[in-house]
T-cell receptor, first 112, second 114 residues
């Protein structure tokens, strides 16, 4: 199994540009999450989903949007990139609440 | 709001020495995780601790949980260079409805020198 797959691995954006970070899992997990990790810090939750068609905000949702049209995919959209969104983004999934989360390899995003 | 504090933030230790990383959290939780992260890599799950007094060991690493003190420790025995990485603890807390989330500590960057 591939587990949790994120694309792209690296991206440089100019201020004001938009992009979508892709996340796919093949473990049939209901729960999916987007976290961001700023340099020297732990991860903070951006958005999460408990199943197809259901999404909700985490700690730091401003400037982002998500959708969950299928169980497998959970894309994260940045509409107007800002330097404050320079970070490493991790997607994770878990079967249900209180089960281990599996993380993707991360997307390193720089906004200049 | 659940807060998780780790210390130290940075640890430089010689090979062969022992040391402990501490993780304190502010509210009760069902479970606590320890992760390892190598530079530029994703998070690798090391331990899941589910109950008071839980102790788990893997190689030179041993993790324990004291839910009454809201404290977990990650003990390193006879460190080797391969253990150099950043170690995070993460505490599971409830979101609305049926969801939960992980709240991470700031991480401990461990450097093992020869």
């Amino acid at each position: 199994n591939a587990g949790v797959t994120q694309t792209p691995k690296f991206r440089i954006l100019k201020i004001g540009q938009s992009m979508t970070l892709q996340c796919a899992q093949d473990m049939n997990h209901n729960y999916m999450y987007w976290y961001r990790q700023d340099p020297g810090m732990g991860l903070k939750l951006i958005y999460y989903s408990v199943g197809a068609g259901i999404t909700d905000k985490g700690e730091v949702p401003n400037g982002y949007n998500v959708s969950r049209s299928t169980t497998e995919d959970f894309p994260l959209r940045l509409e107007l990139a800002a330097p404050s969104q320079t970070s490493v983004y991790f997607c994770a999934s878990s079967w249900k609440r209180n089960t281990e989360a599996f993380f993707g390899q991360g997307t390193r995003l720089t906004v200049v | 709001e659940l807060k998780v504090e780790q210390n130290p933030l940075f640890l430089s230790m010689q090979e062969g020495k022992n040391y402990t990383i501490y993780c304190n959290y502010s509210t009760t939780s069902d479970r606590l995780y320890w992760y390892r992260q190598d530079p530029g890599k994703s998070l690798e799950s090391l331990f899941v601790l589910l109950s008071n007094g839980a102790v788990k060991q893997e190689g030179r690493l041993m993790a324990s949980l004291d839910t009454k003190a809201r404290l977990s420790t990650l003990h390193i025995t006879a460190a080797v260079h391969d253990l150099s990485a950043t170690y995070f603890c993460a505490v599971e807390g409830l979101l609305g409805g049926t969801a939960s989330k992980l709240t991470f500590g700031t991480g401990t960057r461990l450097q093992v020198t020869l």
